[in-house]
């Protein structure tokens, strides 16, 4: 191997390894942001809206339905190309539809129209999800040696848990002081900015991509682990 060639390869492995801080900030990111698009915070929108339990109910299953049948039907999908890759572009159109959230917000009326579009919006923001579920599974594990995945996975469950109890403690006290629909066209915005900061830290991710490649298809796992750390 050339000198230029070591140099090279050398800084492939320093960009794997900045891959591990870059994947807790997407992690993180991620997980705040999806909190506005599901569960509590959203039923809690609708009801603030005025809209009535049954369609409350009926929206989060046509948001599960919608998650669950991608999963399954799309489960091929990032078979072919970089998973990483495909599940960073995922991030684009699930932040885009939560910026369509906020004219709903700033309206503040219950009508069939602005429950259709919520319906409607929320579903295409699940298949997009579970795109990037799919991908995000079908990332290669041998990426990081065993113990190493699964201390990734423990350090982005911690942090990211502590930003949502935080991101959900801000939401609480703003609501003795605001409307809710007024919280959350602002909380909708920003979870379409951490989306973008998902997609930039999952996307130059990909540096050291190539090589990892090179080093399965030549059988190397040995350097692949070295790689990782």
């Given amino acids: 191997m050339t000198d230029y060639q070591m140099r090279k390869e050398q800084t492939f492995l320093r960009n794997v390894r900045r891959n591990k801080i870059k994947a ?55 078979s072919n190309g970089s998973p990483i890759k495909r599940a960073a572009f995922t991030t684009i159109p699930i ?21 259709v579009l919520l319906c409607s919006v929320g579903v295409l923001q699940h298949i997009a999800y579970g795109l990037f ?21 423990s350090i982005c469950g911690i942090i990211s848990s502590v930003f ?20 959350m066209k602002f909380a909708f915005a920003i979870s379409a900015v951490l989306m973008l900061i998902t997609f930039v830290a999952m996307g130059f991710s990909n540096a050291g991509q190539i090589l990892i490649s090179r080093y399965v298809g030549a059988k190397r796992h040995d350097l692949v682990g070295e790689m990782v750390g």
């Avoid at 959203?42 to 049948?69: C, K, P, R, W």
């Fill in 133 to 153: 579920t799919v991908c995000e599974y079908k990332t290669p594990y041998y990426v990081y040696k065993a113990d190493e995945y699964g201390m990734m996975l």
């Fill in 24 to 78: 807790i900030i997407a992690y993180t990111a991620r997980t705040v942001a999806l909190m506005c698009a599901s569960g509590t915070l959203m039923q809690t929108f609708l009801a603030t809206l005025g809209f009535d339990s049954e369609l409350i109910y009926l929206h989060s299953t046509l948001l599960q339905a919608a998650n669950v049948l991608t999963i399954i039907l799309a489960s091929n999908w990032a």
């Fill in 164 to 183: 949502s109890l935080f991101f959900g403690f801000v939401v609480s006290f703003l609501t003795e002081r605001f409307a809710f629909s007024d919280i």
């Fill in 95 to 115: 932040g885009l539809f939560f910026l369509c959230y906020v004219p709903i917000a700033i309206a503040n009326q219950a009508t069939l129209i602005s429950y």
